[in-house]
């Protein structure tokens, strides 16, 4: 089933103003359940998410947890807000509009109806406001904890994570960086990480 999926997935083609193809995960099952904004436009040539320094980025954060990329990709799905370059926008990408996040948000529908996760992290402000169904005042208030939400019918734990992006430092200076650490510390001390990755 996962794998039909994903190849739904890939041939998609509904929306007119983004960059193709869409990039989806490994037809992997886990509980845990990692949503990005996008992917960036060298992704879609790799064919899988946070392949470029964004991902580097992430992968160093995991890392730290004992977790490498190779580890991490093998046992946990990876999925985005939007499955396609969404094109750029002055010096960095364009942020999804409303209309492509309603077509591809039928595909995280399905994902969570076949995964059943137990622990969705996301990664950037789009994913976070989409996983909680509300827009946080600031990062500061949501990195570093966990809440239980209500994700496409299932109750989940979220734990979200600033964008590695390298156009952001918030991770980088305070209190960004002390919130990072508690959110990875949360994420490894979670059932679902400690099961996943022993």
């Keep these: 089933m996962l794998r039909a999926h994903r190849e739904s997935v890939i041939a998609c083609r509904r929306c007119t103003t983004v960059v193709g193809p869409p990039v989806c995960s490994p037809a992997v099952m886990s509980r845990i359940y990692l949503v990005g904004q ?37 046992r946990v799905y990876m999925a985005a807000v939007l499955r396609c370059f969404p094109g750029k926008s002055g010096s ?12 591809c948000r039928e595909w995280i529908e ?40 209500a994700f496409h019918g299932r109750s989940v734990d979220c734990i979200p994570l600033p964008h590695p992006s390298g156009l952001s430092a918030w991770h980088k200076i305070e209190p960004g960086k002390s919130l990072l650490v508690r959110a990875l510390d949360i994420i490894a001390s979670h059932p679902a990480w400690r099961r996943t990755f022993g």
């Excluded at 995991?62 to 990329?69: N, S």
């Excluded at 942020?95 to 996040?101: F, K, L, S």
């Excluded at 992290?121 to 994913?127: E, S, T």
Aim: charged share 30%.
């Design 92 to 103: 960095g990408d364009r942020v999804p509009r409303a209309p492509e996040i309603a077509v």
């Design 38 to 74: 996008a992917p960036g436009p060298r992704e879609a040539a790799r064919g899988r998410p946070f392949a470029h320094t964004a991902g580097q980025t992430l992968f160093r954060w995991f890392e730290r947890l004992g977790v490498d990329e190779t580890s991490f990709r093998e």
């Design 110 to 149: 399905a994902e969570v109806a076949l995964l059943r996760p137990e622990l969705v992290v996301p990664v950037g402000r789009l994913a976070i406001e989409q996983v909680l169904g509300k827009k946080p005042k600031s990062l500061e208030d949501v990195v570093g904890q966990k809440e239980r939400v």
